[in-house]
T-cell receptor, first 116, second 114 residues
Framework: AQSVTQPDIHITVSEGASLELRCNYS??????LFWYVQSPGQGLQLLLK??????LVQGIKGFEAEFKRSQSSFNLRKPSVHWSDAAEYFC??????????????FGGGTRLMVKP | DTGVSQDPRHKITKRGQNVTFRCDPI?????LYWYRQTLGQGPEFLTY????????KSRLLSDRFSAERPKGSFSTLEIQRTEQGDSAMYLC????????????FGPGTRLLVL
């Protein structure tokens, strides 16, 4: 069964500082990987996704993530954090077989707080 | 695309009552998913439709839960005889079965069972 671990429950960074959110996954085949962001009381917004190819993927709002198969990781990064980035971030893994439903398995989330 | 919509956004009910939530997917998205998210946790898969067929159900989906997608468009999720443990955010997502599948989520329905 697939699983996702986000080791950091809370992270606080200063505005303008760089950010890295960790994600480790367990999956037997080539994974589909996603990062979503959730503001309080809201649904999930897709930040970026990885299916294949270039292991460094760019997303919206200046975020990027790097797929490292050897480390089973898909860490999210941003070079300079803005106060509006404060939210909860979820890493997810999906099945990679075409004809099945792509049920996503989510990590527990990392809550990002931004200091002025 | 107008995005995935869910109704209601909030629901407060008393234990033992039945509740029904609605999800309208992005038009022409033939796949629809329901997830449940409890406070401080990531979403957990409940069930999945391809067109009108319900193809997967999680063990989380007890017999008090039922979901339908009668014409392959909108979907409803009903919870019968609600319990306090049903309090959660219920999220709907839709996608197309074309190439690299990406799920787009609605704003969710937050349920509070008193």
């Amino acid at each position: 069964a697939q699983s996702v671990t986000q080791p950091d429950i809370h992270i606080t960074v200063s505005e303008g500082a760089s950010l890295e959110l960790r994600c480790n996954y367990s999956y037997g085949a080539t994974p589909y990987l996603f990062w979503y962001v959730q503001s309080p009381g809201q649904g999930l917004q897709l930040l970026l996704k990885y299916f294949s190819g270039d292991t460094l993927v760019q997303g919206i709002k200046g975020f990027e993530a790097e797929f490292k198969r050897s480390q089973s990781s898909f860490n999210l990064r941003k070079p300079s954090v803005h106060w509006s980035d404060a939210a909860e971030y979820f890493c997810a893994v999906g099945a990679s077989w075409f004809n099945a439903g792509n049920m996503l398995t989510f990590g527990g989330g990392t809550r990002l707080m931004v200091k002025p | 695309d107008t995005g995935v919509s869910q109704d209601p956004r909030h629901k407060i009910t008393k234990r033992g009552q039945n509740v029904t939530f609605r999800c309208d997917p992005i038009s022409e998205h033939n796949r629809l998913y329901w997830y449940r998210q409890t406070l401080g946790q990531g979403p957990e898969f409940l069930t999945y439709f391809q067109n009108e067929a319900q193809l997967e159900k999680s063990r989380l989906l007890s017999d008090r839960f039922s979901a339908e997608r009668p014409k392959g468009s909108f979907s409803t999720l009903e919870i019968q005889r609600t319990e306090q443990g049903d309090s959660a955010m219920y999220l709907c997502a839709s996608s197309t079965r074309q190439g690299q599948e990406t799920q787009y989520f609605g704003p969710g329905t937050r349920l509070l069972v008193l």
